[in-house]
């Protein structure tokens, strides 16, 4: 083979090897952006109050992907706090990969307005919305300040912090030995009768009472203050 003839052959060679690095490039490119379009639809329609920031991880350039003759389909995202994973797979050809990403959703959440002593009953004056990062957060957060007015500190709090359900408690509605009604469902008729309280009992909270009629025992929700029902 001649110096000219090699010399063809090498631009051949180096102009495919380009051909292919661009079109892997491109095609890689082109999943980046589907999956972050994705991504976008995902957490709007699921979180629609918040304001989310997404960081893909960026795909290898090494991972040569197959032009998807299909539309590409992906999985719902999963993952603890602001780190997921999701799958993008091709129908066809067939293929899938694996995408990670770091997210952060913003909400306006409830947080101390000023530092907060343990058992704090909490006042409006108390409370303030401040956007934060969700995704940090490993206990329920509350999103209106009248959702927790009335409520104690179960601890410190300090000044800015979001408050979480693990932090405050439900005022007391029911108390031991006090009287209550208990309140019934038999079809569309409703039966209410007059019992005792055997235990302290939150809104939300099942606690034993003694029908003051027949003497029974049952278990029943805290609906409000004085007011239980039972299945």
């Known amino acids: ?23 892997a490039a491109s095609q890689t490119e082109k999943l980046e952006q589907e999956a972050l379009s994705f991504l976008h639809q995902h957490y709007k329609s699921t979180q629609q ?7 893909l991880n960026p795909i290898s ?35 899938q990969l694996f995408i990670a990403a770091e997210i952060k959703q913003y909400q306006f959440v409830v947080t101390a307005k000023n530092s907060l002593p343990r058992r ?20 329920a957060y509350f999103l209106s300040t009248s959702e927790i007015i009335g409520w104690s500190s179960k601890r410190s709090i300090s000044t800015g912090a979001v408050i979480t359900a693990s932090m405050v408690k439900a005022p007391i509605a029911v108390t031991k030995g006090n009287a ?12 209410r009768t007059a019992a005792t309280a055997l235990e302290n009992g939150e809104i939300g909270q099942q606690i034993k009472v003694r029908n003051d009629r027949s003497g029974n025992i049952v278990k029943a929700v805290v609906v409000a203050p004085g007011l239980v029902r039972a299945p």
């Open 180 to 191: 209550v009604i208990i309140e019934a469902k038999r079809g569309s008729v409703k039966i």
């Open 49 to 55: 109050n918040a304001r989310t920031e997404i960081k």
């Open 1 to 23: 083979m001649n110096k000219h003839n090699l010399t063809r052959l090498f631009l051949l060679t180096t102009f495919l090897f380009c051909y292919q690095a661009t079109f």
């Open 61 to 95: 350039r090494k991972i040569k992907l197959k032009n998807c003759l299909k539309p590409l389909e992906f999985q719902s995202p999963r993952g603890n706090g602001n780190r997921i994973t999701f799958k993008a797979r091709c129908p066809s050809p067939l293929w």
């Open 120 to 139: 704090t009953v909490l006042q409006a004056k108390d409370l303030v919305l401040e956007e934060r990062d969700t995704t940090t957060l490993r206990s």
